[in-house]
């Protein structure tokens, strides 16, 4: 897993250098997050597999196009979990998300001010 909360070379290569578009997609991930995190919380309470396999995959790909890859190794890692009906350590998976997504949301808010 990388150390980068957000390969910034990569996210920029994807966007084509556009920097406003690179921040549009940050606060639009951002907002998504939210809900999507509340989603995951309820279905980890309620074991409910097919929901956490669901919202993991959504967020696995919102992170991976933000070039957010550790938060999107704990997405793979919730999404697999899901699939495979696997309750065992969800709470410390939700707890590492929130760690990872706190980075990121300060690193973007420094991005932002960098560009």
Known sequence: MSDEIIDVPEFLDRVMEDKDLLKELLDIFSADYVQKRQDLGKAVETKDFETIRSVAHSLKGASGNIS?????????????????SDGEGLEALLADLDKQYAALEERMKTLKEEL
């Open 68 to 84: 957010a890859k550790p938060l999107r190794e704990v997405c793979v890692i919730l999404e697999k979990k899901g699939k495979e």
